[in-house]
């Protein structure tokens, strides 16, 4: 799989309102076929700060995305509410989907 990790500095004006404007990108994006997951969260230090966590099938998904009609609108209207280039970690791992943390794995419990 393709697994992305993008920062996106927003303006202060416009973070409260981020999830709404990138709405149509986000809900389009998660409508492909070959997208696994696309979720963004909002820093708890800074809140003018996205951090958007996404996942595509395989590289054809991949290219799909950056190619949809979606993307080129996202292109040009996302970075005006924006202060900087989004940062982005971008790396093909050889897995579908995540793994456990076995060291933060949680104890059974009396009861469940």
């Not at 997208?35 to 809140?47: A, G, I």
Request: aromatic fraction near 10%.
């Amino acid at each position: 799989m393709i697994f992305i990790t993008a920062v996106f500095q927003v303006r202060a004006e416009d973070a409260e309102r981020w999830p709404e404007i990138s709405r149509a990108f986000t809900d389009a994006t998660r409508s492909e076929p070959g997208c696994l997951w696309f979720d963004w969260s909002r820093s708890v230090d800074d809140p003018s700060q996205y951090v958007l966590v996404e996942a595509f099938r395989d590289s054809d998904a991949g290219a799909a995305h950056v190619q949809s009609d979606h993307f080129a609108a996202a292109q040009r209207e996302l970075p005006w509410h924006l202060v900087s280039t989004p940062r982005i970690i971008n790396a093909v791992l050889d897995q579908d989907g995540w793994s456990e943390l076995g060291e933060m794995a949680v104890p059974p419990r009396a009861g469940d």
